[in-house]
């Protein structure tokens, strides 16, 4: 059982940027794979970034070179720094996390557990 909590969002311009934190309750949160996944209204969730427990990264192709996923397992958290945001990235962001190896990591089935929620609006 993991708890995990988003900050972070807000409303920018496009261009602008946001770092978004996601942090949890589990001591043992290092052993998780981790990812940050997306929702706009009237569209289905969407996975954006994931790393996992060894360090592998993957990207969705349209944030790819703009977001950047990292964790820092010993004060508990996982970070999606957000740069060049555009409209199109409006949208309720979700940290999510699961113990095994996913074998689509962008797949929001595979994570057992999630936060709350944090909006992100770009105009």
């Known amino acids: 059982h993991v708890q995990l909590v988003e900050s972070g969002g807000g409303s920018v311009q496009a261009g602008g940027s946001l770092r978004l934190s996601c942090t949890a309750s589990q001591l043992t949160y290092h052993r998780y794979c981790l990812g940050w996944f997306r929702q706009a209204p009237g569209k289905e969730r969407e996975g954006v970034a994931y790393i996992d427990s060894e360090g592998t990264i993957k990207y969705a192709p349209v944030v790819e070179g703009r977001f950047t996923i990292s964790r820092d397992d010993a004060k508990g958290t996982l970070y999606l720094q957000m740069n060049d945001l555009k409209p199109e990235d409006t949208a309720m962001y979700y940290c999510?996390?699961?113990?095994?190896?996913?074998?689509?990591?962008?797949?929001?089935?595979?994570?057992?557990?999630w936060g709350q929620g944090t909006q992100v609006t770009v105009s």
């Open positions: 999510a996390a699961n113990r095994l190896f996913p074998s689509r990591p962008l797949a929001e089935r595979f994570y057992n557990y």
